[in-house]
Protein backbone atom coordinates (compact mmCIF):
# COMPACT_ATOMS: atom_id res chain seq x y z
CA UNK A 1 0.00 0.00 0.00
CA UNK A 2 1.23 3.84 -0.45
CA UNK A 3 1.13 6.50 2.00
CA UNK A 4 2.54 9.96 2.00
CA UNK A 5 4.02 12.44 4.75
CA UNK A 6 4.32 15.94 4.51
CA UNK A 7 6.42 16.88 7.82
CA UNK A 8 5.51 20.45 7.69
CA UNK A 9 1.97 21.15 8.28
CA UNK A 10 3.11 24.88 8.49
CA UNK A 11 5.54 26.76 6.22
CA UNK A 12 5.96 30.52 6.62
CA UNK A 13 8.35 32.22 4.41
CA UNK A 14 8.47 36.21 3.25
CA UNK A 15 7.57 37.07 0.07
CA UNK A 16 10.39 36.80 -2.87
CA UNK A 17 12.16 34.15 -0.70
CA UNK A 18 12.82 30.45 -1.84
CA UNK A 19 10.34 27.84 -0.93
CA UNK A 20 10.90 23.72 -0.30
CA UNK A 21 7.76 21.74 0.91
CA UNK A 22 8.88 18.61 1.60
CA UNK A 23 6.89 15.12 0.94
CA UNK A 24 8.06 11.66 1.26
CA UNK A 25 6.19 8.63 0.07
CA UNK A 26 6.18 4.76 0.54
CA UNK A 27 5.32 2.54 -1.76
CA UNK A 28 6.80 -0.97 -2.90
CA UNK A 29 5.66 -0.58 -6.59
CA UNK A 30 6.05 2.12 -9.28
CA UNK A 31 4.17 5.34 -8.33
CA UNK A 32 3.19 8.37 -9.80
CA UNK A 33 3.59 11.49 -7.89
CA UNK A 34 1.69 14.84 -7.42
CA UNK A 35 1.08 17.90 -5.50
CA UNK A 36 -2.22 19.52 -5.77
CA UNK A 37 -2.94 22.86 -4.88
CA UNK A 38 -5.41 24.30 -2.63
CA UNK A 39 -5.97 28.53 -2.96
CA UNK A 40 -8.26 29.77 -0.56
CA UNK A 41 -11.89 28.82 -1.19
CA UNK A 42 -11.03 27.69 -4.15
CA UNK A 43 -10.95 24.07 -4.93
CA UNK A 44 -8.15 21.38 -5.90
CA UNK A 45 -6.08 22.01 -8.67
CA UNK A 46 -2.85 19.65 -9.90
CA UNK A 47 0.01 21.80 -9.86
CA UNK A 48 2.35 19.31 -11.52
CA UNK A 49 2.82 15.63 -11.76
CA UNK A 50 5.62 13.29 -12.36
CA UNK A 51 4.69 9.64 -14.44
CA UNK A 52 8.13 8.85 -16.34
CA UNK A 53 10.87 10.18 -18.01
CA UNK A 54 12.64 13.19 -16.79
CA UNK A 55 12.56 12.95 -13.02
CA UNK A 56 12.74 17.11 -12.84
CA UNK A 57 8.91 18.69 -13.26
CA UNK A 58 7.68 21.75 -13.54
CA UNK A 59 4.30 23.69 -13.29
CA UNK A 60 3.62 26.67 -15.25
CA UNK A 61 3.80 29.57 -12.00
CA UNK A 62 8.03 28.67 -11.28
CA UNK A 63 7.23 25.80 -9.16
CA UNK A 64 9.10 22.66 -9.89
CA UNK A 65 9.88 19.35 -8.00
CA UNK A 66 12.29 16.17 -8.41
CA UNK A 67 11.68 12.99 -7.95
CA UNK A 68 13.84 11.23 -6.12
CA UNK A 69 13.58 6.83 -6.31
CA UNK A 70 16.53 6.24 -3.68
CA UNK A 71 14.84 9.07 -1.18
CA UNK A 72 11.70 8.57 -2.27
CA UNK A 73 10.87 12.37 -1.94
CA UNK A 74 9.03 14.38 -4.14
CA UNK A 75 9.85 18.21 -2.85
CA UNK A 76 8.35 20.80 -4.16
CA UNK A 77 10.06 23.77 -4.42
CA UNK A 78 9.80 27.18 -5.80
CA UNK A 79 12.77 29.98 -6.04
CA UNK A 80 11.02 33.19 -5.23
CA UNK A 81 7.22 33.25 -3.61
CA UNK A 82 4.67 35.77 -4.43
CA UNK A 83 2.04 36.65 -2.32
CA UNK A 84 -0.34 34.73 -4.89
CA UNK A 85 1.33 31.56 -3.62
CA UNK A 86 -0.46 31.31 -0.36
CA UNK A 87 -2.12 28.01 -0.09
CA UNK A 88 -2.55 24.90 0.97
CA UNK A 89 -0.07 22.31 -1.33
CA UNK A 90 -1.25 18.17 -0.67
CA UNK A 91 1.70 15.61 -2.28
CA UNK A 92 -0.08 12.82 -3.42
CA UNK A 93 0.57 9.73 -4.93
CA UNK A 94 -1.00 6.40 -7.18
CA UNK A 95 0.94 3.31 -7.74
CA UNK A 96 0.79 1.94 -11.48
CA UNK A 97 -1.44 -0.82 -10.45
CA UNK A 98 -4.13 1.25 -9.24
CA UNK A 99 -3.39 4.85 -11.05
CA UNK A 100 -6.65 5.76 -10.42
CA UNK A 101 -6.35 5.54 -6.45
CA UNK A 102 -4.65 8.77 -5.25
CA UNK A 103 -3.32 8.91 -2.04
CA UNK A 104 -2.64 12.47 -0.31
CA UNK A 105 -0.78 13.41 2.22
CA UNK A 106 -1.95 15.77 5.05
CA UNK A 107 -1.12 19.02 3.58
CA UNK A 108 1.16 21.75 4.18
CA UNK A 109 -0.33 25.51 4.38
CA UNK A 110 2.42 27.92 2.89
CA UNK A 111 2.04 31.37 3.81
CA UNK A 112 3.44 34.55 2.56
CA UNK A 113 4.54 37.36 4.71
CA UNK A 114 5.24 40.69 2.96
CA UNK B 1 -16.07 25.70 -19.92
CA UNK B 2 -17.73 24.04 -16.92
CA UNK B 3 -15.72 22.34 -14.52
CA UNK B 4 -17.43 19.73 -11.98
CA UNK B 5 -20.20 21.01 -10.14
CA UNK B 6 -21.72 19.58 -6.74
CA UNK B 7 -24.52 19.90 -5.14
CA UNK B 8 -25.19 21.23 -2.34
CA UNK B 9 -22.53 22.98 -1.60
CA UNK B 10 -23.55 22.60 2.46
CA UNK B 11 -25.74 20.05 3.79
CA UNK B 12 -26.28 20.05 8.26
CA UNK B 13 -28.48 17.24 9.18
CA UNK B 14 -29.01 15.27 12.36
CA UNK B 15 -27.44 12.17 13.41
CA UNK B 16 -29.28 9.03 12.25
CA UNK B 17 -30.81 10.72 9.05
CA UNK B 18 -30.23 10.00 4.81
CA UNK B 19 -27.96 11.98 3.10
CA UNK B 20 -27.71 12.19 -0.86
CA UNK B 21 -24.77 14.41 -2.12
CA UNK B 22 -24.37 15.22 -5.66
CA UNK B 23 -21.84 14.94 -8.28
CA UNK B 24 -22.16 16.44 -11.69
CA UNK B 25 -18.65 16.06 -13.98
CA UNK B 26 -17.34 17.57 -16.61
CA UNK B 27 -18.80 16.37 -19.50
CA UNK B 28 -16.96 13.51 -21.60
CA UNK B 29 -15.58 12.48 -18.58
CA UNK B 30 -15.76 9.05 -18.12
CA UNK B 31 -14.04 8.28 -14.85
CA UNK B 32 -15.38 9.54 -12.04
CA UNK B 33 -13.77 9.95 -8.11
CA UNK B 34 -15.15 10.15 -5.05
CA UNK B 35 -13.05 11.40 -1.64
CA UNK B 36 -13.59 12.82 1.89
CA UNK B 37 -11.79 15.42 3.29
CA UNK B 38 -11.79 16.02 7.43
CA UNK B 39 -10.24 18.66 9.04
CA UNK B 40 -6.79 19.14 8.86
CA UNK B 41 -6.32 16.32 6.64
CA UNK B 42 -5.49 15.70 2.72
CA UNK B 43 -8.67 14.10 0.31
CA UNK B 44 -9.13 10.52 1.58
CA UNK B 45 -10.26 8.07 -1.43
CA UNK B 46 -13.52 6.52 -1.08
CA UNK B 47 -14.88 4.68 -4.66
CA UNK B 48 -14.23 5.08 -8.26
CA UNK B 49 -16.34 4.71 -11.52
CA UNK B 50 -15.48 4.11 -14.76
CA UNK B 51 -18.43 4.63 -16.59
CA UNK B 52 -21.62 3.51 -15.01
CA UNK B 53 -19.69 0.93 -12.92
CA UNK B 54 -17.55 1.04 -10.02
CA UNK B 55 -14.41 0.10 -10.49
CA UNK B 56 -12.82 0.10 -7.17
CA UNK B 57 -14.93 0.89 -4.07
CA UNK B 58 -12.31 -0.22 -1.16
CA UNK B 59 -12.27 3.77 0.29
CA UNK B 60 -16.11 3.06 1.17
CA UNK B 61 -15.41 2.90 4.95
CA UNK B 62 -18.42 0.93 6.03
CA UNK B 63 -22.20 -0.72 4.17
CA UNK B 64 -23.72 2.93 4.85
CA UNK B 65 -21.80 4.52 1.85
CA UNK B 66 -23.23 3.85 -1.52
CA UNK B 67 -22.53 5.45 -4.93
CA UNK B 68 -24.72 5.11 -7.96
CA UNK B 69 -23.59 6.54 -11.26
CA UNK B 70 -26.99 4.98 -13.52
CA UNK B 71 -26.24 7.09 -16.77
CA UNK B 72 -22.47 7.12 -16.38
CA UNK B 73 -22.76 10.61 -15.76
CA UNK B 74 -24.02 12.39 -12.95
CA UNK B 75 -23.21 10.25 -9.79
CA UNK B 76 -24.88 10.88 -6.43
CA UNK B 77 -22.95 9.88 -2.70
CA UNK B 78 -25.85 8.26 -0.42
CA UNK B 79 -24.80 7.97 3.05
CA UNK B 80 -27.50 6.20 5.82
CA UNK B 81 -28.07 6.74 9.05
CA UNK B 82 -25.42 9.40 9.30
CA UNK B 83 -22.90 10.04 12.48
CA UNK B 84 -21.38 12.65 13.72
CA UNK B 85 -17.89 11.34 12.41
CA UNK B 86 -19.27 11.78 8.84
CA UNK B 87 -19.08 15.44 9.01
CA UNK B 88 -16.58 15.98 6.35
CA UNK B 89 -16.01 18.21 2.87
CA UNK B 90 -17.19 15.72 0.24
CA UNK B 91 -15.26 15.90 -2.83
CA UNK B 92 -15.79 14.54 -6.58
CA UNK B 93 -13.62 14.68 -8.98
CA UNK B 94 -13.58 13.75 -12.48
CA UNK B 95 -10.93 12.42 -15.17
CA UNK B 96 -11.50 11.92 -19.49
CA UNK B 97 -10.48 8.54 -18.93
CA UNK B 98 -9.11 5.44 -17.01
CA UNK B 99 -5.35 5.84 -18.53
CA UNK B 100 -2.43 6.06 -15.87
CA UNK B 101 -1.81 9.41 -14.59
CA UNK B 102 -5.04 10.98 -16.78
CA UNK B 103 -5.51 14.63 -14.15
CA UNK B 104 -8.28 14.48 -12.38
CA UNK B 105 -10.72 17.46 -12.01
CA UNK B 106 -11.87 18.54 -8.22
CA UNK B 107 -15.14 20.08 -8.19
CA UNK B 108 -15.68 22.51 -4.61
CA UNK B 109 -17.28 19.84 -2.28
CA UNK B 110 -20.13 19.42 -0.25
CA UNK B 111 -19.69 20.07 3.33
CA UNK B 112 -21.66 17.70 5.36
CA UNK B 113 -22.30 18.69 9.01
CA UNK B 114 -23.90 16.13 10.97
CA UNK B 115 -25.72 17.29 14.65
Known amino acids: AQSVTQLDSQVPVFEEAPVELRCNYS??????LFWYVQYPNQGLQLLLK??????LVESINGFEAEFNKSQTSFHLRKPSVHISDTAEYFC????????????FGSGTRLSIRP | GAGVSQTPSNKVTEKGKYVELRCDPI?????LYWYRQSLGQGPEFLIY????????DSGLPNDRFFAVRPEGSVSTLKIQRTERGDSAVYLC?????????????FGPGTRLTVL
Open chain 2, 93 to 105: ASSLGPSKGDTQY
Open chain 1, 27 to 32: SSVSVY
Open chain 1, 50 to 55: YLSGST
Open chain 1, 92 to 103: AVSGESSASKII
Open chain 2, 27 to 31: SGHTA
Open chain 2, 49 to 56: FQGTGAAD
